[in-house]
């Protein structure tokens, strides 16, 4: 990884019923902010919100959703090209069959080409479309080789869960995208950010929505980057906008705490007890719920 600026960009989806034609001003609006973004930071890595074309709860049907989905990312592949930047961009796509809709984020490189694409693989409650709602699972973890760095990608309550983003950093991953539109409360998104970036020593960006959607859910925005020691370096309000920050791989783990002189001497990869995990691999597979109550 080399040193470079990064960014995260929060916009709000229009509002009311999504129609083919607000589709398209989203995907609009996420190129003004974009290049705006760019334009007063110099930012080579932005990354938007979840669903930025559509917002998160569609407020429709798999079915309808999927007549809506077309080929959505040429107006950001066109907009990485002429900014020279990297961008991982939210959004729903259409799968094979009329009602396969994922939860996808690309990773699209300074060529415009799309270096990666990753499915949702932890879907929010009422999201999965085998409980009601509109969304298909994915199934791999996403790390993509670039010229910055090795960028690895969840999406939103992904980061809920430790496993996806360890599986990452042991793949390689130095940098972590988190497009999102997180529907709890600010805390929860500081503290998952905060700690998926110190579990795994890696820079995490996150990219929250912010407004309202087409089902009138609201969202709160503080998008924040986050260092590999857990130090929020750049954090938004609630309004549309953007934070950026040096993300600089000399620096990252340069002390124990931020602001301290003493040096960083452990490594949360490099000292796991494998022993320890291979012992308990079963236990790990096993299904298992909570013990407390609660309206599932």
Not at 178 to 185: D, G, I
């Amino acid at each position: 990884m080399r040193a470079f600026t990064a960014a995260a960009v929060q916009i709000a989806p229009l509002p009311g019923r999504l129609t083919a034609e607000s589709v398209q001003a989203n995907l609009a609006r996420c190129v003004e902010y974009l290049h705006r973004c760019v334009d007063a930071t110099g930012a080579e890595l932005v990354v938007l919100p979840e669903t930025a074309t559509t917002g998160f709860t569609p407020g429709m049907p798999a079915e309808e959703l999927w007549d809506l989905l077309g080929p959505l990312t040429e107006p950001i592949q066109q907009a990485a090209s002429r900014l020279s930047v990297h961008v991982v961009f939210g959004s729903y796509a259409r799968g094979e069959s009329r009602g396969e809709v994922y939860n996808e984020a690309y990773l699209i490189g300074p060529s415009g080409d799309v270096l990666g694409t990753y499915r949702k693989t932890h879907l929010f409650s009422g999201e999965d479309r085998s409980c009601g709602g509109w969304v298909t699972p994915g199934d791999e973890a996403v790390v993509v080789d670039t010229d910055l760095g090795r960028i690895g990608m969840i999406i939103c309550f992904d980061g809920d869960y430790p496993e996806l983003a360890r599986v990452q950093a042991v793949m390689g991953a130095e940098v972590i995208c988190r497009p999102s539109a997180l529907l709890r409360s600010a805390d929860i998104w500081e503290l998952t950010n905060r700690a998926r970036a110190y579990d795994n020593h890696v820079y995490v960006i996150g990219a929250n929505a912010t407004g309202v959607d087409p089902a009138g859910v609201l969202y709160f925005g503080n998008s924040m980057i986050v260092t590999p020691i857990a130090e929020v370096v750049a954090r938004a309000a609630s309004h549309e906008g953007w934070v950026s920050a040096r993300l600089d791989p000399q620096t990252a783990l340069a002390s124990l705490t931020p602001g301290s002189n003493v040096p960083q001497r452990f490594d949360h990869l490099a000292d796991r007890n494998l022993a320890f995990i291979e012992r308990h691999l079963d236990v790990l597979r096993r299904p298992a719920s909570t013990s407390f109550p609660h309206a599932r």
